[in-house]
């Protein structure tokens, strides 16, 4: 068991680490050469320049003003200064609500930590229990323990003061989660009414467009918006199955980073050229000369890319049965995503489309009726996924028990009773082992939601976060405390009889606290520190620089500004708000570490998104009602949990006072969904009106047309010369009475077809782009 002495150890190397972390990036940040690593942001607003640029060759490399290294802790300070508007300004919405749930957490926390502390603590010591039962039953804790629910007699009525405990802390909590959605959910529609024009504002996405025998899919969107939305429609691109065309695009930029290092590599080198062998990964085949191989490979991909922009042109096949249609207002846009469009809900089904540098362009030639089988693909191998992690997870757990491992392996005993040896063993090493199973989680659920079909980063992530958070509650939490019980009880177990298992399990669960202690400062103390160092984006831009840097652009496509990466940070706070919830009333000496997260966290990420983290996309804090969903699950399984230990406690006359707690929790959920969600999920006709008619008096004049016509064309064609050829709609007659269309027996109404099997691709267009 994990004592003071372990827990104090690995607190020590935790916070060393820290320190080391953070004392070598307040240097590494002041020396020139590494000023694009550290503040990418700024040089990406074209608002920073190489603080070196002349002064003697060695200032160039290093800082050498002394003063600067008196004050190299300013970041500090520096990361607090910038005002919440000033920050969603420079950085947006997202990532200022992204750094509001570290507040959130501080406030929560900080007064629970202060109850739990002044009330709980003092009553969980005051007892005997665990010494009793250490002594009858051969149960093992540590002083620790000594400090949690499990040290209060079976029966006692001290058990109260855990239950009035309890209710304070979800009424605090439903309290900060009520005040915080309400403050989100003004700066959101703040935000969305003071924005700039942005296509997405004007544009929904249809999907599922009916193939028509006698109409190109363009033709047919045309002529169902002119008919369906005569007074606003403006103008439609339809989607192409462009996937291949930007799996080649990649592969000739790839080539070419290849022959720009060889040629560098020869301009410093001319007595030799570079050669590279043809094989797997450049390990086998014939060795040719590189430059000359690199160029016929950039030749043969641009002859390609040429033959396959034309057939994505040409070929039915590449049009999907769907388009992204923009219309004149944002009034016109609001009313056609937010609506049925034909009394058939699987037909001409509309969404708001996601701004042009959200949308996750591959998956859009995922046809519409594969993506409930995918779903459901996916749904199994996560189960699997998450049921086939116990293992290596349980396995973890036995790291945190001494006599488990003398007992596998029995010769190294006198190496671990080594004092420092055993309290690093229980302190540090099982928060390492889990954190390093599960670094490649992330990329895995990542594949998943992209094969879900999402048509958008931003969902993408959000379903990734959700998916990485149920694999924390299970893998993580359940697992980590059932098979860390079952290690640490086993002798005990065995010798009990039925009746007797729910309470030593009652009695087990808090023990587990001192695990999740371990946990959070090896993840969330080092880790957090770490993140700021940015050791692996330093070491690529440097190798970038060295062997491929030409120009100045070159220099800045080295740079890796990251982004705040939504999908695995969001689902590790959540883990800290269960485990915070879950032990403020059991284990109140969990809350201190907890703290210590969210005020490193909270410190270090304001200064990534200040001066590092380019966010890819801007949703307006859509991911606000997910972080809220998470916290109620959160808070209402404490509450079971809490139930489950007072019933296995004696206290079962208390059940019918923490039934109350969940069903409070769930109707205050409810209320907090019906009147807050939906400023997250719709758009106010009367906000796009107000914006609408403020726009039409500030710019009568505008070109809406123009500006939104190939907002959504797909990336591999933005520099196409064709695209300023074509046009893809004609002009918009609005007084004409009868639209006009190539249907043989329909000519005003267009009643869709029936969905056929066949794609629409089988409709040979005129001309789709």
């Excluded at 032990?583 to 969210?598: C, D, N």
């Excluded at 209402?636 to 109350?660: N, R």
Aim: aromatic share 14%; charged share 20%.
């Amino acid at each position: 068991m994990a004592t003071f002495g372990d827990i104090g150890l690995a607190a020590g190397v935790n916070i060393l680490s820290a320190l080391v972390f953070l004392v070598a990036f307040a240097i590494l940040r002041l020396q020139p050469f590494n000023d694009r690593v550290y503040f990418p942001k700024w040089y990406l607003k074209g608002l920073r320049s190489n603080p070196a640029q002349s002064g003697v060759f060695v200032s160039k490399f290093v800082n050498l003003d002394w003063r600067a290294y008196i004050r190299f802790l300013n970041w500090v300070p520096d990361a607090l200064k910038m005002p919440e508007p000033e920050l969603i300004d420079h950085a947006g919405l997202d990532s200022a609500v992204y750094l509001r749930i570290y507040l959130l957490g501080l406030k929560i926390f900080v007064p629970v930590t202060l109850l739990a502390w002044a009330i709980l603590v003092p009553v969980n010591w005051t007892n005997n229990t665990l010494a009793i039962s250490q002594a009858t039953d051969k149960v093992q804790y540590s002083d620790i323990d000594k400090l949690s629910i499990s040290n209060i007699p079976h029966g006692s009525q001290r058990f109260w003061t855990h239950i009035v405990m309890a209710y304070a802390f979800t009424f605090w909590t439903c309290y900060t989660l009520l005040k915080e959605y309400e403050t989100i959910a003004e700066m959101r529609l703040h935000f969305l009414a003071s924005e700039k024009r942005r296509p997405d504002q004007f544009t929904v996405l249809v999907r599922n467009v009916p193939p028509d025998p006698d109409e190109s899919v363009t033709e047919c969107v045309e002529h169902f918006f002119l008919v369906n939305h005569p007074e606003h429609y403006l103008t439609h691109q339809v989607v192409m199955n462009a996937n291949k065309l930007a799996k080649l695009v990649k592969e000739k930029k790839s080539k070419q980073n290849w022959l720009d290092y060889y040629q560098l590599k020869y301009s410093r080198n001319p007595s030799q050229r570079p050669t590279k062998k043809t094989g797997f990964l450049g390990l086998c085949g014939d060795k040719v000369d590189a430059i000359n191989y690199q160029t016929a490979e950039i030749e043969r991909l641009s002859k390609e890319i040429a033959e396959e922009r034309e057939r994505v042109k040409t070929d039915p096949k590449c049009i999907m049965p769907a388009a992204f249609v923009s219309f004149k207002t944002r009034w016109g846009a609001a009313v056609c995503a937010q609506t049925q469009q034909t009394r058939n809900p699987t037909l001409w089904l509309t969404e708001w489309a996601s701004e042009p540098r959200d949308v996750y362009w591959d998956n859009l030639a995922i046809p519409y009726v594969s993506l409930t089988i995918r779903r459901l693909i996916v749904a199994v191998a996560f189960f699997f996924l998450t049921f086939f992690f116990m293992i290596p997870v349980t396995i973890v757990q036995s790291l945190a028990n001494i006599e488990g491992i003398e007992k596998r392996v029995p010769f190294l005993k006198p190496v671990i009773e080594t004092p420092f040896i055993k309290s690093l063993i229980q302190g540090v090493l099982p928060g390492i082992a889990l954190k390093i199973f599960l670094i490649v989680l992330p990329t895995i659920l990542m594949m998943m939601s992209k094969f879900e079909g999402f048509l958008a980063i931003s969902a993408l992530e959000r379903r990734s976060a959700l998916r990485y958070y149920m694999f924390n509650f299970v893998n993580v939490f359940l697992v980590s405390v059932i098979a860390g019980t079952a290690f640490e009880q086993l002798d005990s177990f065995l010798h009990l009889s039925a009746n007797e298992f729910a309470p030593t399990i009652g009695v087990a669960i808090p023990m587990k606290a001192t695990f999740f202690i371990t946990y959070i400062m090896v993840d969330g103390w080092a880790g957090v520190a770490g993140e700021i160092l940015r050791l692996k984006p330093l070491i690529i831009f440097h190798l970038k620089n060295f062997f491929l840097v030409k120009t100045e652009k070159d220099r800045e496509a080295a740079m890796d500004p990251g982004s705040i990466g939504f999908d695995t940070g969001e689902p590790q706070i959540q883990l800290y708000f269960l485990l915070g919830l879950v032990y403020a009333v059991v284990t109140p000496v969990f809350l201190p570490f907890i703290l210590v997260f969210f005020v490193l966290a909270y410190v270090v990420f304001r200064h990534q998104i200040i001066n590092v983290y380019n966010q890819e996309y801007e949703s307006a804090g859509a991911f606000w009602p997910d972080v809220h969903g998470r916290i109620i699950f959160a808070l209402v399984f404490s509450q079971l949990v809490l139930m489950g230990l007072m019933s296995t406690k004696g206290a079962a006359a208390s059940t019918p006072f923490l039934i109350a707690l969940p069903v409070l929790t769930f109707f205050f959920h409810r209320f907090c969904k019906g009147r807050y969600e939906p400023a997250f999920v719709k758009y106010p006709l009367q906000e796009a009106m107000i914006k609408d008619t403020l726009e039409r008096a500030r710019e009568p004049g505008l070109n809406l047309k123009g500006y939104l016509q190939y907002a959504y064309v797909h990336p591999v064609f933005k520099n196409d010369e064709d695209d300023e050829d074509d046009d893809l709609h004609g002009k918009i007659e609005e007084s004409i009475t009868i639209i006009p269309t190539k249907r043989q027996s329909r000519r005003n109404t267009p009643v869709p077809s029936k969905i056929s099997s066949e794609s629409s691709a089988d409709v040979v267009p005129e001309k789709e782009f």
